[in-house]
DNA sequence: TATATCTTGTTACAATTTGTAACTTAATTA
DNA sequence: TAATTAAGTTACAAATTGTAACAAGATATA
């Protein structure tokens, strides 16, 4: 108690921890024997370092999904938000598999999404007919469009929110009935059976 | 060649493509065996798929870390470079820490660098000493606080950043001469030995 | 058309890793 | 002081993994 420090000791970042970060991100493994070799100590100890990281909630191991390569399209949707739309948005919005992150902000906007589409034309109908038109209570917005994607941009997509079976979309809505998807300027939500992109399930 | 699809077959999604992913995300670890078993294919077979993916580069397995359980502060810097400059920020901070993603925009703003700190006064230091006042040919700068973090926000931080040997950050600079580092409103740079906060490596 | 190559799969066996249970020691908390 | 939590140990059986050699089908290539 000697020591007086602002943050809690949650994450304990020794050579043995970072080893277990490091080889897993390397190769998508962990051996507990070998790192237990490597380091003095046996195999059942790394086990329980990395299965209770796990269990306090503290890490989640996850696969990552190449953008670049899938040529996906990224944006930013900038809200103001009142105050009980505020609270609707994230509920609503919860189970959408294109919306990569959601933040609560403070300042101009209060509210932010990232999303991602297949294409071009795919990111409107998204921003347009999908969620402003979906939205109320928004008394400002600003979109944010994404350049050329970083040779190797990878980021975390939820596959388990990939259900096909739906006649509805998460958030609400139907694409059978969708302008933009009759017109085929949209290719459909990823959760919902009308959808037709590259992350059809076969 | 029957059917014209503008999308070329990068990531196949099929039942077992599918399970290699979830069961991943469920506890970190791909059983070959018993993918293998339930889905009527030998554990080789599941190996290779998932060797495969990532040799080409498709997906990425990685470690994510509960940034609302470390308490960790993030912040969006929207910068309006000119040409030069836009050539040299990717550079500059390609290996910084506390940079998250980096982004090229298209539209008002054409750089959006997502960032974090262990504490808002750090937040403070970065936005201003270490990243407006080291770069040259910012016409426009904007900065996005960000809220209260939803109850868990995992994201991906890369440990194998953080060499806390360096005199000098990987951005070029040094935590010993910067005024708001000696006047302790800034922890400092985790991949620099100034560095005293909870990603110290002990 | 024939040939090469890539993809995706197979089997079988040895080597290695993992899971489990019972136990130890130290530090923290009530 | 006692109880709890954290972090580690050993030993053995069970299960998984790695490897090599091989096969079938699709797709390029000369």
């Known amino acids: 108690m000697d020591e007086k420090n602002q943050f809690k000791k949650i994450l304990k970042l020794d050579k043995i921890n970072l ?97 991602f589409a297949e294409n071009l034309e795919t990111v409107e109908t998204i921003f347009n007919s999908c969620m402003l038109y979906n939205l109320k209570g928004v008394r400002k917005s600003n979109i944010l469009i994404f350049g050329s994607l970083s040779e190797d941009l990878f980021l975390p997509l939820n596959f388990n929110q990939l259900d096909q079976q739906n006649e509805n979309t998460p958030c609400g809505t139907c694409c059978k009935f969708c302008k933009s998807f009759i017109k085929e300027q949209c290719i459909g939500c990823p959760a919902s059976k009308y959808y037709k992109g590259p992350l059809k399930i076969t």
């Open 19 to 115: 080893e277990i970060f490091n080889s897993f991100t390397r190769d998508g493994k962990i051996n507990y024997s070998k790192i237990g070799r490597e380091h003095g100590v046996s195999h059942v100890s790394i086990k329980n370092r990395y299965e209770n990281l796990i269990k306090k909630n503290i890490i989640k191991p996850s696969i990552l999904v190449n953008f670049s390569k899938l040529d996906f399209k990224l944006a930013i949707l900038l809200l103001e938000l009142d105050s009980e739309a505020y609270e609707n948005v994230k509920a609503k919005y919860s189970n959408c598999p294109r919306i990569l992150f959601s933040f609560n902000l403070i300042g101009e906007y209060n509210h932010l999404l990232v999303f």
